[in-house]
C-alpha cells in the first residue's frame, strides 16, 4: 500500500460552518480523483491546527460503503449524497 499524505491549503473562512462548507464542496470537486479520500475531510483554525473538525459523517455502512452526509447530519446515513 503507498503512503498517504495529507495537502493542507489555507483559506478564509467567516465561521467554522462556512469552512466546512468550502471544505465540503473542494473535497467532493476532487472525487473524481482515486487518490483522494474526501470522507477524511477536516477543517482547523489556522493557530490550532491539532484541533480539527470533521466535515462528512463517513460512518461505515453495509457493503463497505459509508455515509456521504455531512457531519451531525438530521435522519439515516446514507451512501449517496440527500438532496
Do not use: Y
Amino acid at each position: 500500500m503507498s503512503a498517504r499524505w495529507v495537502a493542507h491549503l489555507p483559506f478564509t473562512a467567516a465561521d467554522l460552518p462556512a469552512a466546512q462548507h468550502f471544505a465540503g464542496t473542494l473535497a467532493r470537486s476532487l472525487t473524481f480523483l482515486s487518490e483522494v479520500d474526501a470522507g477524511e475531510t477536516t477543517v482547523s483554525a489556522e493557530d490550532a491546527q491539532g484541533v480539527r473538525h470533521r466535515v462528512f459523517c463517513d460512518l461505515p455502512l453495509d457493503g463497505g460503503r459509508r455515509c456521504v452526509r455531512r457531519v451531525e447530519h438530521d435522519g439515516d446515513c446514507a451512501a449517496r449524497r440527500c438532496r
